[in-house]
């Protein structure tokens, strides 16, 4: 594992351990090296295009890391955060954004009821060396019917880890609608990205729990 942990360092995770060692050491200065540093926009986004869209409460931020995508809900949103980095949901917690926050494996079976979400927001999570389509099917378990879910996915994984059979499938056995995709630059300033990744794109996925 590098000393200073980077978008390379998280691209290239394999397993759980792999990403909790990663996180362990990057939790403490992930918003200003990451967030704040390369101008990364997709929290925003995310949150845009969920009130937008006429998410409700309360809403799950999967995947939430520090916070960074509760800082642009409006203040007082009912919002639970859950991760798998315990130093990550230790960062978010001091941010007093989320009512409560769950340390979980994505790649498990979440010891959350059924339709227990109006809504679903993640940015970030389902990429390279992170997660991919095997966690939809849970996530939508716990979803409300008619909660709404907006996710980004990185457009090199959204066939390679699955994810559009797995929406497909899901879209033909009438729990979800056929996701909406738009493609959209990861960081705000391509000069300030991580070097080789100005240019970088990302899928803002929308789909409502049927």
Known sequence: MPDDPDLESA???ETAEDNLRLYRTWARTYDTDFVEATTYRFPE???RTYLE???GEPCLDVGCGTGALAEHFPDGTVLDGLDLSPEMLDVARGKGRYRTLIEANL???LAIPN???AGLVS???FTHGHVGAEAVLELVRILAPGARAV???RPQVWMAMGFEPCFEALASDGLVTPPHLAEELVYADPERAPEGHGQDTGYIVTFRRL
């Open 11 to 13: 691209y290239a995770l």
């Open 45 to 47: 986004i995310v949150v």
């Open 53 to 55: 869209s006429g998410g």
């Open 107 to 109: 790649k498990e079976p």
């Open 115 to 117: 339709a227990s979400y």
């Open 123 to 125: 940015s970030g999570t």
């Open 151 to 153: 996710i980004t996915v």
